[in-house]
T-cell receptor, first 115, second 114 residues
Framework: DAGVIQSPRHEVTEMGQEVTLRCKPI?????LFWYRQTMMRGLELLIY????????DSGMPEDRFSAKMPNASFSTLKIQPSEPRDSAVYFC?????????????FGPGTRLTVL | ELKVEQNPLFLSMQEGKNYTIYCNYS?????LYWYRQDPGKSLESLFV?????AVKQEGRLMASLDTKARLSTLHITAAVHDLSATYFC??????????????FGKGTKLTVNP
């Protein structure tokens, strides 16, 4: 398997623009997670899905952030409008079961810079 | 709210030396995970500890879990330069609606010097 795939790998945009991050989980994994990593706040869970249904979105910072999972092989995280404080690395992760013995498999991340 | 604290946050050590990284957490949990992250890279799963007293070893790294003390350790034996990375522990906690999620520590940045 190719692992978790994320695109784009790098994104530079200007404040106020819409940003869409994409993720393809490992085939057969029922859980998909979106994380954000910054120096100041470390690694934070934003939202996760089980069988395409959002389960916990308490980590989504504000209404500017939204996430969807239209099918088992694709998820998006959208920021509209973007702000400089959204600059971070965004990771997508998937797992076959919740807290499986193999835990979560992380994608390569998207490095977002908002100018 | 669950807090996961790692110490030290920065560790510089010489090759061949031994050291331990500590992960303390604030509420009851039976599951703890260790990850490694190389600079500019993603997180790689190292160990999964699923019960009190669990011990896992891989090469020069050994992880253990004491759920009663709410403490996990990552012990490094005879460090080599290739172990230089940031190490994260993560603990599962109950979240809203009865769901669960992982809470990560801030990470320990390890530098192994020749």
């Amino acid at each position: 398997d190719a692992g978790v795939i994320q695109s784009p790998r790098h994104e530079v945009t200007e404040m106020g623009q819409e940003v869409t991050l994409r993720c393809k989980p490992i085939s057969g994994h029922d859980y998909l997670f979106w994380y954000r990593q910054t120096m100041m706040r470390g690694l934070e869970l934003l939202i996760y899905f089980n069988n395409n249904v959002p389960i916990d979105d308490s980590g989504m910072p504000e209404d500017r952030f939204s996430a969807k999972m239209p099918n088992a092989s694709f998820s998006t995280l959208k920021i509209q409008p973007s702000e400089p404080r959204d600059s971070a690395v965004y990771f997508c992760a998937s797992s076959p079961r919740m807290f499986d013995t193999d835990t979560q498999y992380f994608g390569p991340g998207t490095r977002l810079t908002v100018l | 709210e669950l807090k996961v604290e790692q110490n030290p946050l920065f560790l510089s050590m010489q090759e061949g030396k031994n050291y331990t990284i500590y992960c303390n957490y604030s509420t009851t949990s039976d599951r703890l995970y260790w990850y490694r992250q190389d600079p500019g890279k993603s997180l790689e799963s190292l160990f999964v500890l699923l019960s009190n007293g669990a011990v896992k070893q891989e090469g020069r790294l050994m992880a253990s879990l004491d759920t009663k003390a709410r403490l996990s350790t990552l012990h490094i034996t005879a460090a080599v330069h290739d172990l230089s990375a940031t190490y994260f522990c993560a603990v599962d906690m109950e979240a809203q609606g009865g769901s669960e999620k992982l809470v990560f520590g801030k990470g320990t940045k390890l530098t192994v010097n020749p």
